[in-house]
């Protein structure tokens, strides 16, 4: 495995081990899925030319259009639950309450 390989895949990994364990607030999650988002994206784009297959160009800029679709729901998300509970804190939040 190569140093390059080697830091996505622990970029990846330390992002949900992010997820995983901090669940205090909203935003950290929300940070924890952009990085992991991240952490995919750059190699998707590197790995085209690596591999000289041009018909794969397109992934990558599919999975940022997910990508950006995914932060402004989850921003959504945070200040609407903001603005009903008073606090972005993720024990606030529960799903059996309406």
């Known amino acids: 495995m190569s140093p390059l390989?080697?830091?996505f895949y622990s970029a990846f990994t330390f992002s949900s081990l992010g997820l995983a364990?901090?669940?205090?607030?909203?935003?950290s999650a929300l940070l924890c899925l952009e990085s992991m988002m991240l952490s995919m994206f750059v190699p998707l784009s590197i790995w085209p030319v690596e591999n000289q297959t041009p018909s794969f160009t397109l992934v990558p800029i599919l999975m940022l259009a997910f990508s950006?679709?995914?932060a402004g729901?989850?921003?959504?998300?945070?200040?609407?639950?903001?603005?009903t509970h008073g606090s972005d804190h993720l024990h606030n939040l529960n799903l059996?309450?309406?």
């Open 68 to 70: 950006a679709c995914e």
């Open 73 to 83: 729901t989850g921003l959504a998300m945070l200040v609407a639950s903001t603005r």
């Open 21 to 27: 364990f901090h669940r205090t607030h909203l935003i």
């Open 96 to 98: 059996l309450q309406c």
């Open 5 to 7: 390989h080697f830091s």
